[in-house]
């Protein structure tokens, strides 16, 4: 398993390299084996690597690629703060996705109405029935964002989600950042992704990305327990790389 730090003079370069990269990785998939898997994340730079791959989307085939979320803010469908919905207009909406590939988190109004731990539970069989002979699938790539006290998709310091161990979903009902009702996965599942990319820039960011680089306690810094089985690549701007030791 490689760990690769790397640095850009500012957001858009960041999130564009990342984005020619994501076109790499998932087209190699494609062509090994026909098909790719890919976990999207919410945020500034999770959503803004949908909008860079919408202007260039290199060679993927974007109707053979299983779509996913990290997770997802238990919201009405038509919330603008449904991670789905942003990723829909960033993207999905603008590429050829088989719709059956596509595996959004319920919304608050839909299939499970306002049951968040069905809902939660709704998308762990979603992951169980693509899993193969596994709970979850082991996903190509699994996009992350990270606030500045370390959370990635809704797994929060401190909280019962991030400790979790058994369960592939859970539900949040006290996210400490607004919108309080989310779904996401756990860091069992996020670890059985091949790779793990982290986006972030920012100065608020910086104590984050040096306390997971140094191996920090994930119960304190959630980043810091997130790691692909082949590769971790973190992509930041200068500011969130500043407190890193030789930055
Ligand atoms: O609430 C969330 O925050 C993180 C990070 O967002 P950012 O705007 O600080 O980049 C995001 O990755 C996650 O999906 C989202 O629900």
Redesign the pocket.
Known sequence: MTTETLVFDDKQTLVDTAARRFADLIGAAQRARGVASVVL??????IAILASLAADSGDIDWSTVDIYW??D?FVPTDDPER?YGQARNALLDHVPVDPARVHPMAPSDGEFGDDIDAAAAGYAATLLANAGADVSPHFDLHL????GEG????LFPHTAATAEAQKTVVAVEDSP?PPPR?ITLTLPVVNRSKAVWFLVAGEDKAQAVAAAHAGADPADWPCAGAHGTEETVWFLDHAAASALPDA
């Open positions: 994340t919410g945020g500034s730079n999770g990290g997770d803010r991670n992350l964002g990270m606030g959370h990635i998709n809704s950042k989310r």
